[in-house]
């Protein structure tokens, strides 16, 4: 055990693109920025189209191979890579809080599902489905694997993300090249790293880049899979470039995220867990709750417990902060959008219950918030009209619209009046009654009393504009595979 933690080990100074197995240099190289503290991190490769031919093929020569070997030898190198990250997690957590600005408990908290995906990933299987046996003959289902698979992974999770796409795809036979945002890329080319001690060359590689890579990546005639997170707009690119080769994809897109709050509820009982599946990692993940609709008869009093809880549980901070819960906005871009929004505030006249724009008329918004870095103050707005952007878009920061509703057939409606589709909760003690209104819900997961409920063993995605595809799970698994009808004859 000790000579294999010392096998596993590696620095977390350079970062460099895996490729067959090799720590491979690039001419260019580019640098992200810390969202905690505005300064650079280290240098990262920019990724050239010979780089992805070179790991396309390295990714094809492995390919026949690995398909080859049983579910239980693949999944044992999925269990020792997690072996290998455990064995890095002090450093690995460092360096994606720097990267994606989570603060300590949040970077530990990905690593702790990450670990957890792979552990149980490792156990699925996709066995062949018999239909029928009989004297005469017997029928078959098969799942067979596609061959070089591509993961385009977000800023926001970027190592569960990666990892759920990775450990399907290999342990359903596939090859894997992970495609991190630019914007995160440190975290996963260190994974690469350590992937490259564990598995046979080619089979999971890792290229960081500009704008350009992921577009080189879905257009490129070796790939026969792209599983792509990220928002709506890019997986209609992603979806329109994969026409062009017949790729198979997946696509987890964006969401907005409508909670229906009933009458029943303990009102202190569910504030906690409403305002942390609001506000965790401050906002910027798919799934948090992005529409707080709560009926009229407790909307006064739970907005003002809401308000109260958030303001004295939820510190915000950089990086490096043990106590801090909500980190910065992940890049300059996103920071802009989510200031933009926040600037709607005054222009339409949203009334804010907690927060708002930073400025010298609304100096207590800018609270403990850190001089440097991307922050913005957790806020809460109360009851805006339901065509307003703050409702109809993704804000993707730490801001949510609180909306009173009175009538459940009406509440329905407009929770389901969005294009996107990804997640929504019921929370009432009546669970009869709860579990009614989630199933006319309009999305890929539906919780009763929970949200961002997830585990790697369920499938996750989204409906209507949220997604194509499921990941994780079974049907996951599923969709890294060709279902292959398989008919024998037992006499010619
Ligand atoms: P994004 O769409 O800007 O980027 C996602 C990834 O796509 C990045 O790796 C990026 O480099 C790559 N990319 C960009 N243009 C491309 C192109 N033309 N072809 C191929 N790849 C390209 O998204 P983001 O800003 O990184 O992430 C935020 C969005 O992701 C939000 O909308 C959020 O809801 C969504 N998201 C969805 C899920 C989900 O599971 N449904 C999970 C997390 C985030």
Redesign the pocket.
């Known amino acids: 055990m000790g000579a294999a933690a010392q096998d596993y080990r590696i620095d977390f100074e350079s970062f460099h693109n895996v490729i067959d197995n090799g720590l491979t240099p690039t001419k260019k190289m580019r640098h992200a920025i810390n969202p905690s503290t505005e300064e650079p991190l280290p240098p990262v490769p920019v990724s050239t189209q010979e780089d992805v031919d070179d790991a396309v093929r390295a990714a094809h020569e492995a390919y026949t191979a690995w398909r080859e070997l049983s579910y239980e030898d693949r999944a044992g190198y999925l269990l020792r890579f997690a072996d290998a990250i455990e064995a890095n997690l002090d450093g690995l957590t460092d360096v994606l809080g720097k990267e994606a600005g989570k603060p300590v408990q949040a970077a530990g908290m990905e690593f702790f599902l990450t670990l957890g995906h792979l552990r149980e990933t490792a156990k699925l299987r996709l066995p062949d489905e018999v239909v029928e046996d009989n004297d005469e003959r017997s029928a078959v289902i098969r799942y067979t694997p596609l061959g070089v698979g591509v993961g385009?992974?977000?800023?926001?999770?970027p190592v569960l993300?990666g990892i759920g796409k990775l450990d399907a795809a290999v342990l359903t036979g596939n090859t894997f090249i992970w495609?991190?945002?630019?914007?995160s890329p440190y975290t996963s080319l260190k994974l690469g790293e350590l992937a490259a001690k564990v598995f046979p060359p080619g089979v999971v590689q890792v290229l960081s880049g500009d704008?350009d890579?992921?577009?080189r990546?879905?257009a490129h005639p070796g790939v026969a899979k792209v599983s792509?997170?990220?928002?709506?707009?890019?997986?209609r690119?992603?979806m329109q470039?994969c026409a062009t080769t017949l790729k198979r994809f997946t696509l987890?897109?964006?969401?907005n995220d409508a909670a229906i709050v009933c009458e029943d509820v303990e009102i202190a009982k569910v504030i906690p867990k409403v305002a942390m599946l609001s506000f965790l990692h401050s906002g910027q993940?798919?799934?948090d709750i992005k529409r707080l609709y709560v009926h009229e008869k407790i909307y006064d009093e739970f907005l003002a417990q809401l308000v109260s809880f958030v303001s004295n549980n939820f510190k915000t901070g950089g990086a490096g902060d043990k106590e801090a819960m909500l980190g910065p906005v992940q890049n300059s871009m996103?920071f802009a959008k989510v200031q933009d929004l926040y600037s709607e505030i005054g222009k339409q006249g949203w009334i804010t219950a907690l927060g708002g724009p930073v400025s010298p008329k609304n100096p207590q918004s800018n609270g403990t918030l850190p001089k440097k870095g991307f922050f913005m103050p957790p806020t809460i707005i109360d009851n805006p009209p339901d065509d307003s952007r703050i409702v109809v878009e993704?804000p993707?920061g730490p801001i949510i619209p609180v909306l009173k509703w009175s009538d459940e057939k009406d509440v329905i409606r407009r929770a389901n009046d969005s294009k996107m589709g990804?997640g929504a909760s019921v929370w009432s003690p009546d669970i009869e009654r709860a579990q009614s209104i989630a199933k006319k819900l309009e999305a890929g997961s539906i919780w009763v009393n929970t949200h961002f409920e997830l585990a790697p063993y369920m499938p996750?995605?989204?409906h209507k504009w949220?997604?194509i595809g499921m990941e994780w799970g079974i049907p996951g698994m599923k969709g890294w595979c060709n279902t292959q009808a398989m008919w024998t004859r037992k006499a010619l």
């Not at 792509?228 to 997986?235: D, L, R, V």
């Not at 987890?252 to 969401?255: K, N, T």
Request: hydrophobic residues 40%; contains cysteine; proline residues 9%.
């Open positions: 385009i992974v977000p800023w926001n999770f993300l495609k991190p945002s630019p914007f704008e890579l992921g577009p990546l879905t792509f997170t990220g928002s709506t707009a890019t997986g690119k992603v470039s987890e897109m964006g969401g993940i798919c799934m996103q993704e993707f990804l996750f995605g989204g949220s997604g």
